[in-house]
C-alpha cells in the first residue's frame, strides 16, 4: 500500500519512512481492503506530531500522536489507528456471526375430536370425552432497562468544521459527538452501525 508523507517545517528521515510504511501496512492487513493512507508531520514549539489517516472502503480512521521526537510521537500514532483499527474488524465480525431472527412457527388451530359413543356391556351407550391438545406459546422477552452512562467527551467546547468534528470522533474513539460549527449552529455527529458518520443538524 502506498503512503502519502507530508512534512511541515520538519524534515522526515528514511527510517522514519520505513517505520510509517510497516505500521500502515499493519493497519492495512488488519481493515482489509484499503484505499488509501496519509502521515503528516509537523512540529509545535517543542512539541512533534503525527497525524495519520487510513481510508478504508466503508471506514476512515484518524489518529494523532504527540511526542518529544517524532519516533515517539508516530508509535503514538500508529498505536491509536491500529486500536481503531481492531475495534472496528471485531465488531463486523461481532455483527456479521449474529443468527438471523428465528421466525416463530405460528401454532396449528385447535381442533376437536368429534364426538364417539360407547356402549357398555348392558348396551347401553355413554358419551367419551375428545382429548383436546394444549399449545404453549413463547413467553414474552424481558424487557430490559436501559443503562445510561454520562460522558463529558462527547460534547465538543470549540467550534469546528465537520472534517475536525469527524478527526475529533476519531482521535476520542467516540461514536457521538456534539459540537458547533464557527456560525454556531449545532450538529450531533454519531457513528452508524454499518461504520458510516452521520451528520445531524440540531434546529
Known amino acids: 500500500m502506498e503512503v502519502e508523507l507530508t512534512a511541515r517545517q520538519?524534515?522526515?528521515?528514511?527510517?522514519?519512512?520505513?517505520?510509517?510504511?510497516?505500521?500502515m501496512n499493519r493497519i492495512a492487513r488488519i481493515l482489509g481492503k484499503t484505499t488509501s493512507a496519509s502521515v503528516t508531520f509537523k512540529v509545535q514549539r517543542h512539541l512533534?506530531?503525527?497525524?495519520?489517516?487510513?481510508?478504508?472502503?466503508?471506514?476512515?480512521?484518524?489518529?494523532k500522536g504527540q511526542a518529544d521526537s517524532q519516533e515517539a510521537a508516530l508509535r503514538a500514532a500508529l498505536a491509536h489507528?491500529?486500536?481503531?483499527a481492531v475495534r472496528y474488524r471485531d465488531r463486523n465480525l461481532t455483527r456479521k456471526r449474529l443468527p438471523k431472527e428465528e421466525k416463530i412457527a405460528e401454532a396449528p388451530p385447535v381442533t376437536r375430536e368429534k364426538k364417539a359413543r360407547a356402549q357398555d356391556g348392558d348396551g347401553s351407550q355413554k358419551k367419551v370425552r375428545a382429548a383436546i391438545p394444549a399449545h404453549?406459546?413463547?413467553?414474552?422477552?424481558?424487557?430490559?432497562?436501559?443503562?445510561?452512562?454520562?460522558?463529558?467527551d462527547a460534547i465538543a467546547?470549540?467550534?469546528?468544521?465537520?472534517?475536525?468534528?469527524?478527526?475529533?470522533?476519531?482521535?476520542?474513539?467516540?461514536?457521538?459527538?456534539?459540537?458547533?460549527n464557527l456560525g454556531g449552529d449545532?450538529?450531533?455527529?454519531?457513528?452508524?452501525r454499518d461504520g458510516q458518520m452521520e451528520l445531524v443538524e440540531v434546529p
Open 10 to 23: 520538519v524534515r522526515i528521515p528514511k527510517a522514519l519512512r520505513q517505520q510509517a510504511e510497516e505500521g
Open 48 to 63: 512533534h506530531i503525527a497525524e495519520l489517516t487510513v481510508n478504508a472502503r466503508m471506514h476512515t480512521i484518524a489518529a
Open 81 to 84: 489507528a491500529e486500536l481503531q
Open 136 to 152: 404453549s406459546f413463547p413467553a414474552k422477552p424481558a424487557v430490559m432497562e436501559p443503562h445510561i452512562v454520562k460522558s463529558a
Open 157 to 180: 467546547m470549540r467550534p469546528m468544521t465537520v472534517e475536525e468534528a469527524v478527526k475529533e470522533a476519531e482521535f476520542r474513539d467516540k461514536d457521538i459527538l456534539v459540537f458547533r
Open 186 to 192: 449545532l450538529f450531533v455527529l454519531h457513528r452508524r
